[in-house]
């Protein structure tokens, strides 16, 4: 599949995600209450939504940034999470928070949970993904807050791409 430019239709607008992600970080400040919070951003697609929704937060947060990749062809997932860098601080009794772009089959957010478990006795660990794509998904994780569900559709900006390009959309779009 080859996406152009111009046959982009939105999927949801910058006004519907700004509005979205401010709720999704009020229900987020609710949870932590001010308790100090590790918020890891899963590079490179998460990066939009994760510093508008850090600006929304009012607890002491440090950002973390990994790299992960499960994309084998431009629009279809391998089937494999390749770790391209995971170096993380000591986790040890913090508050995680995972924050991602979407949650397709589910194999990155269960690859980082189970590998965050493994390697700490965390405090809390929350998983936030921006879209919840639920139709696709091939192990059983959800994320525990997000701002959009998607359906069967391969969709880019805010983030998200399509070979690299559309990250920087301020809307989702999508090809009829
Ligand atoms: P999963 O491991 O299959 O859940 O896939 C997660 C990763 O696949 C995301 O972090 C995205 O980078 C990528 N991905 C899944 N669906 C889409 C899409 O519709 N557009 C762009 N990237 C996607
Ligand atoms: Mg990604």
Same mark, same amino acid.
């Given at each position: 599949?080859?996406?152009?430019?111009?046959?982009?239709?939105?999927? *949801?607008?910058?006004?519907?995600?700004?509005?979205?992600?401010?709720?999704?970080?009020?229900?987020?400040?609710?949870?932590?209450?001010?308790?100090?919070?590790?918020?890891?951003?899963?590079?490179?697609?998460?990066?939009?939504?994760?510093?508008?929704?850090?600006?929304?937060?009012?607890?002491?947060?440090?950002?973390?940034?990994?790299?992960?990749?499960? *994309?084998?062809?431009?629009?279809?997932?391998?089937?494999?999470?390749?770790?391209?860098?995971?170096?993380?601080?000591?986790?040890?009794?913090?508050?995680?928070?995972?924050?991602?772009?979407?949650?397709?089959?589910?194999?990155?957010?269960?690859?980082?949970?189970?590998?965050?478990?493994?390697?700490?006795?965390?405090?809390?660990?929350?998983?936030?993904?921006?879209?919840?794509?639920?139709?696709?998904?091939?192990?059983?994780?959800?994320?525990? *807050?997000?701002?959009?569900?998607?359906?069967?559709?391969?969709?880019?900006?805010?983030?998200?791409?399509?070979?690299?390009?559309?990250?920087?959309?301020?809307?989702?779009?999508?090809?009829?």
């Amino acid at each position: 599949m080859e996406i152009k430019f111009e046959d982009l239709k939105i999927l *949801y607008s910058k006004e519907q995600i700004e509005k979205k992600v401010a709720e999704v970080a009020e229900k987020l400040n609710d949870f932590y209450k001010g308790e100090e919070v590790v918020a890891v951003c899963v590079l490179k697609g998460a990066v939009v939504f994760a510093v508008d929704l850090v600006r929304h937060l009012d607890m002491p947060l440090k950002m973390e940034f990994i790299r992960l990749s499960s *994309y084998g062809s431009s629009t279809t997932s391998s089937g494999k999470v390749n770790a391209v860098d995971i170096k993380l601080p000591d986790l040890n009794d913090k508050n995680v928070l995972i924050i991602e772009d979407i949650v397709d089959t589910g194999l990155t957010a269960k690859f980082l949970i189970d590998f965050i478990n493994m390697n700490f006795h965390v405090k809390s660990l929350k998983f936030c993904s921006f879209l919840d794509k639920k139709i696709t998904r091939k192990v059983d994780v959800e994320p525990d *807050y997000y701002c959009f569900d998607v359906d069967d559709k391969f969709v880019v900006g805010y983030g998200l791409d399509y070979d690299g390009y559309y990250r920087n959309l301020p809307y989702i779009g999508y090809k009829e």
